[in-house]
């Protein structure tokens, strides 16, 4: 088991920026792989931004691309979301998820053996 706990959501106005944290148990974290999925009310969870056990491999939903930024400190055991440019839309659950397979489709849910319990962001026009 990896415990994952998401922090730093809130409720933001349109234009403004959040980050947030997903902090994760165990020593195993730094051969992880990482995501962060969404899930707006009457809709499917959907992939946000993925990283590499090693933190050289980014990916990211063209949604988001441009206005967010993945990071993570292995050594804290923590992965981040930097959320800039928001807009009304990015209101939604932001959930991690980890991972200990290679090669993995970072975009595709069923990858991804650990979830948090999600962390609310409102974006307000």
């Known amino acids: 088991q990896v415990p994952l706990v998401e922090s730093g959501g809130g409720l933001v106005q349109a234009g403004g920026s959040l980050r947030l944290s997903c902090a994760a148990s165990?020593?195993?974290?730094?051969?992880?792989?990482m995501g962060w999925f969404r899930q707006a009310p009457g809709k499917e969870r959907e992939f946000v931004a993925g990283?590499?056990?090693?933190?050289?491999?980014?990916y990211y939903s063209d949604s988001v691309k441009g206005r967010f930024t993945i990071s993570r400190d292995n050594a804290k055991n923590v992965v981040y979301l930097q959320m800039n440019s928001l807009k009304p839309e990015d209101t939604a659950v932001y959930y991690c998820?980890?991972?200990?397979?290679?090669?993995?489709?970072?975009?595709?849910?069923?990858?991804?053996?650990?979830w948090g319990q999600g962390t609310q962001v409102t974006v307000s026009s």
């Open positions: 998820a980890a991972t200990p397979r290679r090669s993995i489709r970072y975009s595709a849910r069923y990858e991804y053996e650990y």
């Open positions: 165990g020593r195993t974290f730094s051969s992880y792989a």
């Open positions: 990283i590499s056990w090693s933190g050289d491999m980014l």
